[in-house]
């Protein structure tokens, strides 16, 4: 059965973005596809996700495990990720930072093994990579700083080669791959619904404070798309102001519901609009917290990091390394 095991150096790398994404493409190219995690709770928000997001695979059960997987347990996640038929191909998250595990888990499966490392984190997946010997399909870098792209170029791909590490790309820094639904922030506020909450699962990749706004209203909440739009609800003018931009969600503080004329413009715009207890300082400082803790759990993300992977990625490479697995 060919089988890819897609792991990193630290969480939150990317492992669910790129075995997700890579799963779709395979689907795509009419292959039988089989997608999950290898360890992870009953509840695991990445495996929900996988299953939302690439249906057309067949979902891969994690195997609960406390640390690192003993010996038994790496067996356990083999067989669950391998009882799908000898034609299809397994796409399976291994773990962070577990790299004896993972190879452990790649030589049940005579897996390719691909790397994902964030651009700060290259002299880690340096060190980590001989665990993976042969089986190492190559090394991506993920969430990569746009302004340090010399950086890239110049010190960490030649630092790769210089290893005898295969560099497979690197995908960018990207607002929609780190944005959240407005439901999701209203959720984290605790607000009320007031309007049109059924548009309330589009992504929102800013927030906007409409505090003193030196700049014409509509000047200002425009300058930034798909944003989400942070008043307090006894400013009025504020939230027609934003209303009168596309923007994607309107929250309003301090518990005011309000006046006539922004149900009005919501209503016109088909805007959600939640009412939150907490004051604009408040509740700006808890969507930072929460901001920092974003899933890959959106359709429009996996639409974003496929386009971004089909541009900066050797897919290729991974495709031939599938079809002839390293044994050994």
């Not at 997001?53 to 891969?60: D, E």
């Not at 998250?93 to 691909?114: P, T």
Request: charged share 25%; hydrophobic share 45%; proline share 5%.
């Amino acid at each position: 059965m060919p089988a890819l095991l897609v792991v990193s150096t630290s969480p939150g790398a990317g492992k669910t973005a790129f075995a997700a994404t890579y799963s779709a493409r395979l689907l795509a190219d009419g292959a039988t596809v089989s997608l999950g995690k290898a360890f992870g709770a009953v509840d695991d928000v990445d495996a929900a996700a996988m299953k939302t997001l690439v249906a057309g695979a067949k979902a891969i059960d994690p195997i609960a495990a406390s640390g690192a997987p003993s010996e038994d347990q790496v067996r356990q996640a083999a067989q669950a990720a391998g009882g799908s038929g000898a034609s299809a191909v397994a796409v399976i998250e291994g773990l962070s930072g577990e790299h004896d595990s993972n190879r452990l888990l790649a030589d049940e499966l005579d897996a390719g093994v691909v790397l994902l490392a964030g651009q700060s984190e290259y002299i880690s997946a340096i060190e980590s990579a001989p665990a993976y010997g042969d089986r190492l399909v190559g090394i991506v870098i993920n969430n990569a700083p746009r302004h340090q792209g010399h950086d890239l170029e110049s010190e960490i791909v030649p630092a790769l080669e210089a290893a005898g590490l295969p560099y497979i790309g690197a995908i960018p820094e990207d607002r929609r791959l780190v944005a959240v639904t407005a439901r999701a922030m209203h959720e984290c506020l605790g607000g009320e619904w007031l309007e049109w909450e059924e548009h309330a699962d589009e992504l929102v990749e800013t927030v906007l404070i409409g505090g003193i706004v030196l700049d014409w209203g509509p000047h200002y909440f425009s300058s930034q798309e798909n944003a989400a739009v942070l008043v307090r609800g006894d400013r009025p003018d504020l939230a027609i102001a934003a209303l009168a931009t596309p923007i994607k969600a309107l929250i309003l503080t301090r518990g005011v519901k309000p006046v006539e004329y922004v149900y009005y413009e919501a209503d016109k715009r088909q805007v959600p609009v939640t009412v939150v207890d907490k004051d604009t300082q408040e509740a700006a400082e808890e969507l930072e917290r929460f901001l920092e803790y974003s899933h890959f759990d959106h359709p429009a993300k996996l639409e974003r990091f496929s386009d971004l992977a089909a541009e900066r990625l050797d897919l290729d490479r991974i495709d031939s390394a599938v079809a002839r697995p390293a044994t050994g």
